[in-house]
């Protein structure tokens, strides 16, 4: 299916109102955007035409009676005007999701990750899966890709991924030498953070911190409402940072599926040091023992807690999401347990909650950032 529409004109404010109503409840017949918007009805009128016009919203059949009408004409916006790629990359796989403006999935697929052609395995599925979804290659507006790791700030390239390193310095240029549109790059942990922020538990706040626990760490902050990215990109590699009780070797001469950073936060809190201390305390099953009361949860959140003082004594960010395959499996009981650590300890008040999303946050941050710029393409910004 090929769905085109003219250029968008410059859209109003008014015209925006429409076009959001619409993606959260469409398809509305004029009165019911009235009702939402509080717009009057000359400027709906106004409105519906102009974006009828340039193909930005299609006629939705007629309302059966009730609240519409029996003849009420119904709206909606043109969801595959423009469409949006979300792609999640870990070492092992690639997972990715085609959506169009209203954030419906349109196709996905899981595919290993191929480590010799990664970033021409990964622009490859998007083509394959446009085609799939029956979208053209030029409705494709924007692609948005998770990888762990630092992501440079002056190039928006991989600056480094311990276990990826045939995509450092290489990756965005082959994408988007690959791609008919634009594509971006960006730490797992700060999409982790964007879904917690649109659907997880630190919605509407303009302050708040997303640690990821999994094989290894991460640590994405909000401070004003802004991400806190650092002078290069790197802020937020919280697995390096010095702390009590462990090592702080030399950093590897080079960073690849050999050789890891074994030191900082990441020996006290990591995949492999939660194994080792449910080891040494004899607790067989440690993802079980951290979501309820057990002697692994006490000394596994005191560690945990250690960690997030240093960072909330700095950053004051007034909450903090537990996220990641480690963090979202603790849960509630995980979360309570870090916040009563950290509350003797830390100088600012902090609110340690579960994070909504484990893995899966970060293919789903990934859509929620690619499907706004669709929407940025199809209709002009400013968007939500």
């Known amino acids: 299916m090929s769905t085109t529409g003219h250029s968008h004109p410059a859209l109003r404010a008014n015209d925006h109102h429409v076009l959001d109503s619409l993606r959260e409840a469409g398809p509305l017949s004029r009165t019911e955007l009235r009702t939402r918007t509080g717009l009057s009805q000359p400027t709906i009128l106004e409105a519906v035409d102009r974006l009828t016009d340039c193909g930005a919203l299609v006629t939705a059949g007629r309302g059966a009676g009730g609240r519409r009408g029996p003849n009420a004409q119904l709206y909606d916006i043109a969801a595959r005007l423009k469409v949006a790629v979300g792609a999640a990359v870990s070492a092992s796989e690639v997972e990715l999701t085609v959506v169009d403006l209203r954030g419906?999935?349109?196709?996905?697929?899981?595919?290993?990750?191929?480590?010799?052609?990664?970033?021409?395995q990964v622009s490859d599925l998007v083509l394959d899966m446009a085609r799939l979804a029956?979208?053209?290659?030029?409705?494709?507006?924007?692609?948005?890709?998770?990888?762990?790791?630092?992501?440079?700030?002056?190039?928006?390239?991989?600056?480094?991924?311990?276990?990826?390193?045939?995509?450092?310095?290489?990756?965005?240029?082959?994408?988007?030498?690959?791609?008919?549109?634009?594509?971006?790059?960006?730490?797992?942990v700060e999409l982790a953070a964007a879904a917690e922020h649109v659907a997880g538990s630190t919605q509407g706040l303009q302050n708040f911190g997303v640690l990821w626990i999994g094989t290894g760490l991460g640590y994405a902050g909000h401070v004003d409402g802004a991400p806190l990215r650092g002078a290069t990109g790197a802020a937020g590699q919280i697995g390096y940072m010095p702390t009590p009780g462990t090592p702080s070797p030399p950093l590897p001469a080079r960073h690849d599926h050999t050789v890891g950073y074994h030191g900082g936060l990441q020996a006290s809190i990591g995949a492999q040091a939660l194994h080792a201390l449910a080891h040494e305390l004899g607790a067989p099953e440690p993802e079980v023992e951290i979501a309820r009361a057990s002697p692994l949860l006490e000394a596994y959140s005191h560690r945990i807690a250690l960690g997030l003082a240093a960072a909330t004594a700095l950053l004051d960010p007034g909450t903090v999401a537990l996220s990641g395959p480690i963090g979202h499996t603790g849960g509630d009981a995980l979360a309570t347990a870090v916040s009563a650590h950290l509350a003797r300890i830390a100088p600012s008040p902090t609110r340690v909650v579960a994070g909504r999303f484990g893995r899966d946050g970060v293919l789903r941050g990934a859509l929620e950032l690619a499907a706004r710029e669709a929407r940025g393409a199809a209709w002009g910004l400013p968007l939500h």
């Open 104 to 120: 419906r999935s349109l196709a996905t697929q899981v595919q290993p990750l191929d480590a010799e052609e990664s970033a021409t």
């Open 134 to 188: 029956g979208v053209d290659e030029e409705q494709l507006a924007h692609v948005v890709v998770g990888v762990h790791g630092q992501i440079e700030r002056r190039t928006g390239d991989l600056g480094f991924a311990w276990d990826l390193p045939l995509w450092q310095h290489s990756t965005i240029s082959t994408l988007r030498d690959a791609l008919p549109c634009p594509v971006t790059l960006e730490r797992d």
